[in-house]
């Protein structure tokens, strides 16, 4: 297959986030039909085909080589291909879709506050009921291995199909290890969040498939791709401004730049390039005036192109590593 495969969540806040982040960086896509439909046009970017799948079924579509490049959060590349980093690379983690994977016990056990309590109380529960703790969780790789490293031993883990964070209050689960974004849902259900750092902060993430056959279209298509996605990072919350100047030592312009964290793009003609963030462009346009400048203009870029390159060096170095 020439065309470059991307897999995208298939509905909810994910897809929605997911197609303003795209189409920011010039890939418009629209579902064809109803808000159900699986199939979608993609324009902006030509060889691209969109593949709408669950977000839980992402990992393993990329892992087996199935599609190019996919969506999903890092929760879910975790549990789902353990071996993500070995069989996929990432290409961005996108800046939204931000949840906790975190451990939560009812808010009644006044005593139990970190793990090594949790450890204690597991103890104690199994010498009284012959029986371990139980653990509700979809994620049953993440917590027995955030366990193991912890050194709990005393649970069993309940595979969750529903709303895990019922399973206390239903009896089917003394401890629940979750997703959460706000904690909102846990505390509705008279659960609290025990220990400090959570077991993962995950994100949406854009990962390219190390097992997916890549002829040299396809990498070229998603070249493309990252060099779009990375001109529009590179151009959040950075201006760039223009002037007119007269004869000026170029050295001492771009120390004074410099000092504002502010860029000499370009001085030809008697015109100034500079580009700098938003927060320090007074600095820089005053600067600029200070040498002479009789008026300084202030462009908003939508994007800024050059900044893609390291990404896709980096795909191709683990391609070429892959076994023949």
Same mark, same amino acid.
């Given at each position: ?14 897809? &929605?986030d997911t197609?303003a ?5 010039g890939?418009k896509?629209?579902?064809?039909g ?23 079924e992402? !990992?393993?579509?990329?892992? /087996? ?16 291909? !353990? ?9 961005? /983690? ?32 199994r ?27 005393n649970?069993r ?6 709303a895990?964070?019922?399973? !206390?209050?239903?009896?089917?689960a003394?401890?629940?290890v979750?997703?959460t ?25 854009l ?10 279209q ?9 060099? =779009? ?6 151009a ?5 401004? =223009? ?15 410099n ?22 462009a007074?600095?820089a346009? /005053? ?7 009789p ?14 390159g390291?990404?896709? &060096? ?8 892959? !076994?023949?």
């Open positions: 297959m020439t065309a470059l495969r991307l897999a995208l969540p298939s509905k909810g806040r994910l897809l &929605d197609l982040y795209l189409g920011a960086a890939l896509i629209r579902k064809s109803n808000s159900r439909a699986y199939a979608a046009s993609a324009s902006g970017i030509d060889g691209i085909e969109i593949a709408f799948l669950q977000a839980g992402i !990992p393993g579509v990329l892992g /087996s080589g199935a599609v190019h490049v996919g969506v999903t959060g890092e929760d879910l590349i975790r549990e789902k291909l !353990p071996e993500g980093p070995n069989r996929t690379v990432l290409l961005r /983690s996108l800046g939204y879709g931000r949840a906790d994977l975190v451990v939560a016990v009812p808010q009644s056990w006044i005593d139990v506050e970190n793990l090594a309590d949790l450890d204690d109380a597991a103890a104690a529960f010498a009284r009921h012959g029986f371990p703790m139980r653990v509700a969780t979809k994620y049953l790789n993440l917590t027995r291995r955030h366990f193991r490293e912890e050194g709990l031993a649970y883990i309940v595979p969750s199909d529903g895990t964070e019922g399973a !206390p209050a239903s009896g089917a003394e401890i629940v979750d997703i974004s706000s904690g909102e849902t846990l505390r509705a259900n008279h659960l609290k969040i025990i220990g400090g750092d959570p077991i993962l902060r995950s994100e949406a993430q990962r390219a498939s190390i097992s997916a056959p890549w002829p040299s396809t990498l070229a298509t998603l070249r493309i791709l990252i060099d =779009r996605i990375e001109a529009r990072e590179a959040k919350g950075r201006v760039v401004l =223009r002037c007119s100047l007269p004869r000026v030592d170029r050295a001492a312009l771009e120390l004074a730049l000092n504002a964290d502010a860029s000499l793009i370009a001085l030809e003609e008697n015109t100034a390039t500079v580009g700098v963030s938003r927060a320090q007074y600095e346009a /005053s600067i600029l005036r200070d040498f002479g400048a008026r300084v203009d202030s462009v908003t870029p939508d994007m800024l192109y050059g900044a893609g390291d990404v896709f &060096d980096r795909v191709c170095a683990a391609l070429t590593k892959m !076994p023949a």
